[in-house]
């Protein structure tokens, strides 16, 4: 079309992004920060600024890659679309010549999205894709479009020589034309018309009809030789297959869209697919087994900590936890390695586990452990719930490689993913939308959140068909991180307690805040900006509500046991507190399960005695907690324990043994198991050791005696475990890639200063002479005197000023007062009354009319 057949534009119709933006209400400006949150770092000076920013090719990536599947595709059909696109043209290439069912509501959505990240602009009938996105979408050489389309008819001939041209127009029946750029748009005409364009592929040989079926949905690039066979030599002819490069040819998009029948894309996803229920119980059957797994999860934290009360493993020198140490704590929690590192990054993402920050550093419990026991059990499921939600630390990456190829460890660093927190309060929320009760599917849990944030490299509609179904590992290549942390969330979520055999519990919505408290209904599209973070305050309220809700499912603390025969003893449910801290002293737990089974061993009873306890308070405590009866078998164990414990002592001399009985001093000298201990007789009463008597204890407790320490006054030490902590410490905190999602307050007083730096760069002034300067230039006398005049007018200025740092800005101020080589005024830039120095002012000029 030429320049005189060029339709007027007309005069609401912005001529670039920044005057699209500058005819935003502060609310859709408000929108745009809020989806791209890397154009407020720092805050632009105008609008002008912020679209240079928001159209800088790195913002845009982030932005595009945000965007759900069929945003993407609008995007992908607009940089193959004529600039600008009229609405009609646009939709031609997302549905089609058939026109596709539903999808007219779906690319007025996504218009309406792009339109709001500043990624489209122009009035509704002359839409424009930034730049910087028509190049990263649109097709090159270098690399193959999204939509799998090539070159329009213009670029594959622009090195063409006319000769050349005229005989292609020739052989495609099209009259010959005086020059180039006619026979370029005469072929152009051709390959867009449906008609015609069918007429010709119908004489076209069936060879050369299979190639272009192989070429049609890309990538549209092949490779010919220097003499082309028959087929291949019909299709270049008549221009349907364009030379690129020597032994290059490409299938022009003119062509390739009459054989698609229009369509940009081969597949088409303008909604999302539902998430599916797998299998649907009642929701009391689920609260009651997410309130059991729940209690399940306090009582591995428990024990953890417990295992790590006297001072934990060491930390590496790369930070973390070492194989070795992971697998024993895997051990005792009886587990498997990667549960077990769930376990220990949850107890250090609720601030319960940190370095002790000694010398040889070491993994300790901290203070803050103490008083999360002191808390009700549905209290202490909040805050390993709410820390978890929040966590950025992915525990589903232990055991694999960082970028350097080195393992990444439990508790090490590199195990940040900024994703984490976003894809898991997603995960629970798609889980809302089922029926109560109702566990997903896996494969439409990912299906939908692959629409919702297709994968890098899952472009397009080109071979791969869409990108809903890329980026699995049905071919064998390694899920993509999203897909693998939301499968993670589902597995984290059900040792938790937060879901119950797959299904989100009552206090699991609760725990979400208001979008998990009623299940919503399954939106048209879901909105692709990143959802805003809840406020602290709104997470303590959410967990609150949660604890609430979980509180009366938890089954209550028992006070009793039953004690058997066999020198056992069973919790048919969860103890009290300072029963069980008792009991796992004087007893060593055999199983775990419904109920918890403990045994009675001499070695048991004696870490009792150790621990200050007499045998007759030892009977007490199980005679006042048992159900049953004390059997006559335990009861004679702890008798016979307690006769022999202490009989023997021992103190430092190095180490000395003590007792009145020679004879047991006589047998202990005659054991041969004693010459490691180097014992010798000082009295008929002592013996005396070069051990030290730590090591002498231990060896006469290995030989069957049951020693006991003493003090240097004689008296019989209490030895209890030694709890040992960290300094306080509080829990990490979220580590973010790129900017944190900015709050309402801080998007508020961005726009106000955007708006306000745009009236200050805007404000139409009044000629000056040095037209060339950016600031106003005038001397010290004209400033005063102008500043003067305006503090009497009450008008509004137009002001050059250098800060303390050397910067120099532009400013709208209405002065108030002129005093003391000072200026208070109005400042509209930054819509607030400040006070400036004279001496920084370069000059000042009246604004117009």
Same mark, same amino acid.
């Given at each position: 079309?030429?320049?005189?057949?060029?339709?007027?534009?007309?005069?609401?119709?912005?001529?670039?992004?920044?005057?699209?933006?500058?005819?935003?209400?502060?609310?859709?400006?408000?929108?745009?920060?809020?989806?791209?949150?890397?154009?407020l770092s720092p805050v632009p000076n105008d609008l002008t600024q912020l679209a240079t920013r928001a159209a800088t090719r790195a913002s845009v990536i982030r932005a595009l890659e945000r965007l759900d599947r069929f945003a993407q595709q609008v995007a992908e059909a607009l940089a193959v679309a004529p600039e600008p696109a009229t609405y009609e043209e646009l939709h031609a290439l997302v549905a089609g010549?058939?026109?596709?069912?539903?999808?007219?509501?779906?690319?007025?959505?996504?218009?309406?999205?792009?339109?709001?990240?500043?990624?489209?602009?122009?009035?509704?009938?002359?839409?424009?894709?930034?730049?910087?996105?028509?190049?990263?979408?649109?097709?090159?050489?270098?690399?193959?479009?999204?939509?799998?389309?090539?070159?329009?008819?213009?670029?594959?001939?622009?090195?063409?020589?006319?000769?050349?041209?005229?005989?292609?127009?020739?052989?495609?029946?099209?009259?010959?034309?005086?020059?180039?750029?006619s026979a370029v748009r005469s072929l152009t005409e051709l390959f867009t018309d449906r008609t015609r364009m069918s007429a010709l592929l119908d004489e076209a040989p069936a060879e050369s009809v299979e190639v272009l079926s192989r070429l049609v949905w890309g990538p549209p690039y092949g490779q010919v030789t220097a003499d082309p066979a028959r087929h291949l030599r019909w299709l270049l002819d008549r221009?349907?297959?364009?030379?690129?490069?020597?032994?290059?040819?490409?299938?022009?998009?003119?062509?390739?869209?009459?054989?698609?029948?229009?369509?940009?894309?081969?597949?088409?996803?303008?909604?999302?697919?539902?998430?599916?229920?797998?299998?649907?119980?009642?929701?009391?059957?689920?609260?009651?087994?997410?309130?059991?797994?729940?209690?399940?999860?306090?009582?591995?934290?428990?024990?953890?900590?417990?295992?790590?009360?006297?001072?934990?493993?060491?930390?590496?020198?790369?930070?973390?936890?070492?194989?070795?140490?992971?697998?024993?704590?895997?051990?005792?929690?009886?587990?498997?390695?990667?549960?077990?590192?769930?376990?220990?990054?949850?107890?250090?993402?609720?601030?319960?586990?940190?370095?002790?920050?000694?010398?040889?550093?070491?993994?300790?419990?901290?203070?803050?452990?103490?008083?999360?026991?002191?808390?009700?059990?549905?209290?202490?499921?909040?805050?390993?719930?709410?820390?978890?939600?929040?966590?950025?630390?992915?525990?589903?990456?232990?055991?694999?490689?960082?970028?350097?190829?080195?393992?990444?460890?439990?508790?090490?660093?590199?195990?940040?993913?900024?994703?984490?927190?976003?894809?898991?309060?997603?995960?629970?929320?798609?889980?809302?939308?089922?029926?109560?009760?109702?566990?997903?599917?896996?494969?439409?849990?990912?299906?939908?959140?692959?629409?919702?944030?297709?994968?890098?490299?899952?472009?397009?509609?080109?071979?791969?068909?869409?990108?809903?179904?890329?980026?699995?590992?049905?071919?064998?290549?390694?899920?993509?991180?999203?897909?693998?942390? #939301?499968?993670?969330?589902?597995?984290? /979520?059900?040792?938790? @307690?937060?879901?119950?055999? %797959? $299904?989100? *519990? !009552?206090?699991? &919505?609760?725990?979400?805040?208001?979008?998990?408290?009623?299940?919503?209904?399954?939106?048209?599209?879901?909105?692709?900006?990143?959802?805003?973070?809840?406020?602290?305050?709104?997470?303590?309220?959410?967990?609150?509500?949660?604890?609430?809700?979980?509180?009366?499912?938890?089954?209550?603390?028992?006070?009793?046991?039953?004690?058997?025969?066999?020198?056992?003893?069973?919790?048919?449910?969860?103890?009290?507190?300072?029963?069980?801290?008792?009991?796992?002293?004087?007893?060593?737990?055999?199983?775990?399960?419904?109920?918890?089974?403990?045994?009675?061993?001499?070695?048991?009873?004696?870490?009792?005695?150790?621990?200050?306890?007499?045998?007759?308070?030892?009977?007490?405590?199980?005679?006042?907690?048992?159900?049953?009866?004390?059997?006559?078998?335990? #009861?004679?164990?702890?008798?016979?324990? /307690?006769?022999?414990? @202490?009989?023997?002592?021992? %103190? $430092?001399? *190095? !180490?000395?043994? &003590?007792?009145?009985?020679?004879?047991?001093?006589?047998?202990?000298?005659?054991?041969?198991?004693?010459?490691?201990?180097?014992?010798?007789?000082?009295?008929?009463?002592?013996?005396?050791?070069?051990?030290?008597?730590?090591?002498?204890?231990?060896?006469?407790?290995?030989?069957?005696?049951?020693?006991?320490?003493?003090?240097?006054?004689?008296?019989?030490?209490?030895?209890?475990?030694?709890?040992?902590?960290?300094?306080?410490?509080?829990?990490?905190?979220?580590?973010?890639?790129?900017?944190?999602?900015?709050?309402?307050?801080?998007?508020?007083?961005?726009?106000?200063?955007?708006?306000?730096?745009?009236?200050?760069?805007?404000?139409?002034?009044?000629?000056?002479?040095?037209?060339?300067?950016?600031?106003?230039?005038?001397?010290?006398?004209?400033?005063?005197?102008?500043?003067?005049?305006?503090?009497?007018?009450?008008?509004?200025?137009?002001? %050059?000023?250098?800060? !303390?740092?050397?910067?120099?800005?532009?400013?709208?101020?209405?002065?108030?007062?002129?005093?003391?080589?000072?200026?208070?005024?109005?400042?509209?830039?930054?819509?607030?009354?400040?006070?400036?120095?004279?001496?920084?002012?370069?000059?000042?000029?009246?604004?117009?009319?």
């Open positions: 079309m030429s320049t005189d057949e060029q339709p007027q534009r007309p005069a609401d119709t912005p001529r670039s992004l920044a005057e699209a933006l500058r005819s935003r209400d502060d609310v859709s400006l408000g929108a745009l920060l809020h989806a791209r949150p890397d154009l010549d058939e026109g596709g069912n539903g999808v007219d509501a779906a690319l007025k959505r996504a218009l309406a999205t792009l339109r709001e990240q500043a990624l489209i602009w122009g009035a509704g009938d002359r839409v424009r894709l930034v730049r910087a996105a028509r190049e990263l979408l649109a097709p090159a050489p270098q690399y193959p479009s999204p939509t799998g389309l090539g070159p329009t008819v213009a670029e594959a001939t622009a090195g063409m020589s006319p000769n050349r041209m005229q005989d292609i127009v020739a052989a495609a029946g099209l009259p010959s034309t005086h020059d180039a750029v221009g349907l297959l364009l030379p690129t490069s020597p032994g290059t040819v490409v299938l022009p998009r003119e062509a390739a869209l009459h054989l698609r029948a229009g369509r940009a894309h081969r597949a088409l996803v303008p909604v999302p697919p539902p998430v599916e229920p797998l299998r649907e119980h009642r929701p009391q059957v689920v609260d009651a087994a997410a309130a059991s797994q729940a209690y399940m999860a306090l009582d591995m934290i428990e024990e953890l900590l417990k295992d790590w009360d006297e001072g934990g493993p060491t930390v590496l020198r790369a930070g973390g936890l070492s194989v070795r140490d992971l697998k024993r704590t895997a051990v005792a929690l009886d587990v498997p390695e990667p549960v077990a590192a769930f376990w220990v990054e949850l107890a250090y993402a609720a601030g319960l586990v940190a370095t002790d920050g000694d010398a040889d550093e070491r993994y300790a419990v901290t203070p803050a452990y103490d008083d999360w026991q002191e808390l009700p059990a549905a209290e202490r499921w909040s805050v390993l719930a709410r820390a978890w939600l929040t966590a950025t630390r992915t525990a589903g990456l232990i055991g694999g490689r960082d970028g350097k190829d080195r393992t990444l460890s439990a508790l090490g660093p590199h195990l940040d993913r900024s994703s984490a927190p976003e894809i898991r309060r997603r995960v629970l929320t798609l889980l809302t939308t089922l029926p109560e009760g109702a566990s997903p599917t896996p494969e439409s849990m990912l299906a939908r959140l692959r629409w919702e944030r297709p994968p890098r490299g899952a472009a397009g509609g080109g071979a791969s068909g869409g990108g809903v179904s890329s980026g699995a590992s049905a071919s064998g290549a390694p899920m993509e991180l999203r897909a693998r942390i #939301a499968q993670w969330t589902l597995n984290e /979520a059900e040792l938790l @307690g937060i879901t119950g055999r %797959g $299904a989100l *519990s !009552a206090h699991g &919505r609760a725990l979400l805040g208001p979008e998990g408290e009623e299940t919503p209904p399954e939106p048209a599209a879901p909105e692709t900006a990143p959802a805003p973070a809840p406020a602290p305050a709104e997470l303590a309220a959410s967990a609150a509500r949660a604890a609430r809700l979980l509180a009366p499912l938890l089954p209550e603390p028992l006070d009793h046991v039953l004690l058997q025969a066999d020198l056992t003893a069973v919790a048919p449910g969860p103890l009290g507190r300072p029963l069980a801290e008792t009991l796992s002293v004087l007893a060593d737990v055999e199983s775990k399960g419904g109920a918890t089974v403990y045994r009675f061993t001499p070695g048991s009873v004696r870490r009792a005695l150790d621990a200050g306890k007499s045998a007759s308070d030892l009977h007490a405590f199980l005679a006042a907690h048992s159900r049953t009866p004390v059997p006559q078998p335990l #009861a004679y164990l702890i008798d016979d324990v /307690a006769r022999k414990h @202490g009989h023997l002592r021992i %103190g $430092a001399a *190095s !180490a000395y043994v &003590r007792c009145d009985d020679e004879a047991l001093l006589n047998e202990i000298l005659a054991d041969k198991r004693s010459q490691g201990l180097r014992l010798r007789r000082l009295a008929p009463t002592v013996l005396a050791a070069q051990a030290d008597p730590g090591a002498l204890l231990e060896g006469l407790r290995s030989m069957g005696f049951a020693p006991a320490a003493e003090s240097a006054e004689g008296d019989v030490l209490i030895t209890r475990a030694h709890a040992h902590r960290s300094p306080p410490r509080t829990a990490p905190e979220p580590v973010h890639d790129g900017p944190p999602l900015p709050d309402a307050t801080l998007i508020g007083s961005a726009v106000r200063a955007i708006r306000a730096g745009d009236l200050a760069s805007t404000t139409p002034r009044k000629a000056t002479p040095e037209a060339g300067d950016t600031l106003p230039r005038t001397t010290a006398s004209e400033t005063l005197a102008t500043m003067q005049a305006a503090v009497l007018t009450g008008e509004a200025l137009w002001i %050059g000023y250098v800060n !303390a740092e050397g910067s120099a800005s532009q400013r709208v101020i209405a002065p108030i007062r002129v005093e003391g080589g000072f200026v208070t005024a109005y400042d509209h830039t930054a819509d607030e009354v400040r006070t400036y120095p004279l001496h920084r002012v370069t000059g000042v000029a009246e604004l117009a009319e």
